[in-house]
């Protein structure tokens, strides 16, 4: 199959871009989908002459391909309201001012396009943060004109960034995740009409994000065919817990109380033979990424694993009809 199986960076900040590639190809990785907030520097991709051919050389030597950024955290700052856990993934300067981070946040992802273009990719994964996010359970009550408003914020936030993706020729695509705007199908259908389709936003396909809230992730697959711009491969396993709801209990990733957990490929209960098949279905040809995240498991052995199982399941639609050759002329 022509896909590569790439590694999501993020997850390995604590290594330098030089470290994670040489542990990348060692666990048989084809490339990498580097993070802005650990391994690409939009500042100096767009000043720093020498820093892309320098970023490329890295990749390079270790027979590495990269097709996409991501700016999870820069995306997450422009349509959130501030609350002090936003002051993590903004410059330490702006801690504790709201307008601050949002103006530095829509400069930052207007300027991530500019370095993906630069840098030569043309897709920016990230989330688009949400103002409405508290109010996703109906009490006290949420109205229908708050929910518009919220969205209407989204579209007013975000059509200016878009305009210089449009620009720069590259395309966003937005992980559907809780804590987003977009968070399961229904939301994802009104983000899209919203912006009357506009093909600048796509989707970053992350299934891990749909299963635990019982939204089916091969059906979503099946309803956004033409939007996904990009696929994180990431597992999420159900447990049957008597104690513990979907909603986490207040307890951290990785607690074995929790109703679910992220957990290795493979591992948990996503459908990634039906993803395939609809990827196929669907003429998906860009990167499968490993975004590992499994805090009950040693790191490297588990993204390695994760890496050998994209593998075996990276298969291509067939040809030809199975019963072709029972037909007679």
Request: net charge neutral; charged share 25%; hydrophobic share 40%.
């Amino acid at each position: 199959m022509a896909r590569i199986v790439t590694l999501a960076s993020g997850q390995f900040g604590d290594l330098s871009l030089e470290e994670l590639c040489a542990l990348a190809k060692k666990m048989g990785y084809d490339g990498l989908e580097l993070a802005t907030h650990a391994h690409f520097d939009v500042s100096k991709a767009l000043k720093d002459e020498g820093y892309i051919p320098k970023v490329w050389e890295t990749l390079k030597k270790y027979g590495l391909k990269c097709q996409a950024i991501s700016a999870h955290l820069t995306g997450q700052c422009v349509g959130d309201l501030w609350d002090e856990r936003l002051d993590n993934f903004a410059p330490s300067r702006l801690a504790g001012k709201p307008k601050e981070i949002r103006g530095w946040a829509i400069e930052e992802m207007k300027n991530t396009a500019r370095a993906a273009k630069k840098f030569g990719v043309k897709v920016v994964n990230g989330f688009t943060g949400s103002p409405i996010w508290a109010r996703w359970y109906s009490y006290p009550q949420t109205s229908e004109e708050m929910i518009e408003a919220g969205f209407q914020t989204i579209y007013d936030l975000w059509t200016p960034i878009f305009d210089v993706f449009d620009e720069c020729k590259v395309k966003f695509a937005l992980e559907v995740h809780p804590s987003e705007i977009a968070f399961d199908y229904y939301t994802t259908k009104r983000l899209l009409e919203k912006f009357k389709y506009r093909k600048t936003l796509g989707l970053n396909f992350d299934p891990s994000h749909l299963v635990w809230q019982g939204v089916s992730e091969t059906v979503f697959v099946r309803k956004f065919a033409k939007q996904i711009y990009h696929v994180h491969m990431k597992d999420v396993k159900l447990f049957k817990n008597e104690l513990g709801g979907i909603l986490g209990s207040f307890l951290p990733f990785g607690d074995t109380k929790r109703a679910w957990n992220f957990v290795s490929l493979g591992h948990g209960n996503v459908d990634f033979d039906g993803i395939i098949r609809e990827l196929n279905a669907a003429g998906y040809t860009g990167p499968l990424s490993v975004e590992w995240e499994d805090t009950g498991m040693n790191r490297e052995a588990g993204a390695a694993e994760s890496c050998e199982y994209v593998r075996r399941i990276n298969f291509s639609a067939s040809t030809v009809a199975f019963d072709s050759a029972l037909k007679r002329d």
